[in-house]
């Protein structure tokens, strides 16, 4: 319809124009000729159908003429049709216009918008009522339904939905009191498995590789366990929790070194890595930067490896959780000099023959 209604009004604006230079008896001969043509069509079709846009054409074209002129004229439709037509063309405006002039309350600003959002995914146990309370005592003046179609309309769920927390939102927030540890394993050229026995920081990511071993028996398992504590007391760390799986090398005698220093023990569930998702990881890192390169001769030759890596990660590789910074090595202070940014003097050093470089 909204293209079909131009369409008329522009043909028939040109239909006009060609009616300027006739005559009015060739006027009276054309009208004559059009009113036969449509009684003929008129015998032919019983009732015809009749679009939208006709209706509003018509309905504007004919609603001047008096009543008595609408019955001389043969039109397919009878002049109370018509007239019922403008009607509903004029009613159909007026309610259009009196739709938009009804604007109902006023959007809420953006910024509480992105305030409400921002409440509601900082805090996961805030529901729409304590985010409401929040903005009160911040001077915001809003109804707690606002809140609620405004949380509802960005997809986030109610309260108790959201306040699950998962396995990363535990480890971000205790990271700074949880240690992490692991075995993994090394293949000798002749064949020998090495068992490697390592622990990480989740709060600064600093890693502790206590040792490898063929047989990593009871007794060695607990002195490592021992070397870790004395590590950690020596460095000023305060850990709270202990993450390993549920591996048998770790004995009773193990877990009762940590206990004695009030670090609880947290085992991971069955085939449930992600538990330990920060030791996989490192562990990963290990292999795919040395083990992977590198073709281990011994256990001493490991240990060494193993060392040299060791510094490397504490001292120099930048990682994404510290803002590029090392475990042992803050933030390096970014160049601003023009100068020194136009003469960059950068020198490498190469770690167990150029498989490390800094």
Not at 315 to 320: E, F, L, W
Request: overall charge positive; charged content about 25%; hydrophobic content about 40%.
């Amino acid at each position: 319809m909204l293209l079909r209604l131009p369409y008329l009004v522009v043909s028939s604006v040109f239909a006009f124009i060609r009616l300027l230079p006739m005559s009015d008896v060739d006027k009276d001969i054309e009208i004559l000729t059009l009113r036969h043509q449509l009684a003929v069509l008129q015998r032919q079709i019983d009732r015809p159908r009749i679009t939208p846009s006709d209706r509003a054409f018509l309905a504007a074209l004919l609603h001047r003429l008096p009543r008595p002129k609408l019955r001389q004229l043969h039109l397919i439709v009878s002049p109370d049709t018509v007239l019922r037509w403008h009607r509903d063309l004029i009613r159909r405006r007026h309610a259009d216009a009196s739709r938009r002039k009804r604007s109902g309350r006023p959007p809420t600003r953006r910024s509480i918008q992105v305030l409400v959002l921002r409440l509601a995914r900082e805090n996961s146990g805030w529901g729409y009522r304590r985010i409401h309370g929040e903005l009160s005592v911040l001077g915001i003046r809003v109804a707690p339904s606002t809140v609620w179609e405004i949380l509802k309309q960005h997809g986030i769920e109610p309260a108790p939905e959201r306040d699950r927390q998962t396995w990363a939102a535990f480890l971000r927030g205790q990271a700074h009191a949880i240690l992490a540890c692991d075995f993994f394993t090394a293949t000798t050229l002749n064949g020998v498995t090495l068992y490697v026995f390592a622990v990480i920081e989740h709060a600064n990511r600093r890693i502790r590789i206590l040792g490898a071993t063929a047989h990593p028996t009871a007794d060695w398992v607990t002195q490592a366990a021992r070397n870790v504590v004395m590590d950690l007391q020596g460095a000023g760390a305060t850990v709270t929790h202990l993450i390993r799986d549920r591996d048998s090398k770790f004995t009773r005698a193990f877990d009762a070194v940590f206990e004695a220093e009030g670090i609880k023990i947290v085992t991971t569930g069955i085939r449930v890595p992600r538990m330990n998702s920060i030791m996989e990881r490192w562990v990963q890192t290990c292999r795919h930067e040395i083990l992977d390169r590198s073709l281990i001769w011994n256990q001493a030759h490991l240990l060494h490896a193993l060392g040299e890596f060791e510094a490397f990660y504490n001292q120099h590789r930048p990682h994404r959780t510290l803002h590029s910074a090392a475990p042992l090595r803050p933030a390096t202070d970014p160049i601003t000099e023009p100068e020194r940014l136009d003469r960059l003097d950068v020198h490498r050093r190469d770690r167990l023959g150029g498989v490390l470089h800094e």
